[in-house]
Nanobody
Framework: QVQLVESGGGSVQAGGSLRLSCTAS????????MGWFRQAPGKEREGFAV????????KYADSVEGRFTISQDNAKTTVYLQMDSLKPEDTAMYYC?????????????????????????WGQGTQVTVSS
């Protein structure tokens, strides 16, 4: 059974940092994207960071470029999200996600389109709250 488990959420003041992690189990595909979506109350779910497991190539949404960094471990079973310079508008539920794909460009297309409707696997979510 495929499972994605997130950890590391919490509450911080604006300008602070958090580090999230997502560990996959029962997921055999090396040709896959793993990354992050978020959803704030009353807003559409949005993808913002993704890594292609085979190459380590990454894609970011403009809203987090230069502030957030996604990475993976050597076994390619865990992804990390380092979030710096956090803003109140970053407050949301953060979800780990995975999808079979064949290039980092394909990962980007999947993450920016249709509010994640084509994603194959989802984690349970972890809350991030940023106060001013």
């Amino acid at each position: 059974q495929v499972q994605l488990v997130e950890s590391g959420g919490g509450s911080v003041q604006a300008g602070g940092s958090l580090r999230l992690s997502c560990t996959a189990s029962g997921y055999p595909y090396s040709n896959s994207c793993m990354g992050w979506f978020r959803q704030a109350p009353g807003k559409e779910r949005e993808g913002f960071a993704v890594v292609y497991r085979n190459s380590g190539g990454t894609k970011y949404a403009d809203s987090v470029e230069g502030r957030f960094t996604i990475s993976q471990d050597n076994a390619k079973t865990t992804v990390y999200l380092q979030m710096d310079s956090l803003k109140p508008e970053d407050t949301a539920m953060y979800y780990c996600a995975a999808k079979v794909a064949f290039s980092v460009a394909s990962c980007g297309a999947l993450w920016w389109a249709r509010a994640g409707a084509d994603i194959g696997y989802w984690g349970q979510g972890t809350q991030v709250t940023v106060s001013s």
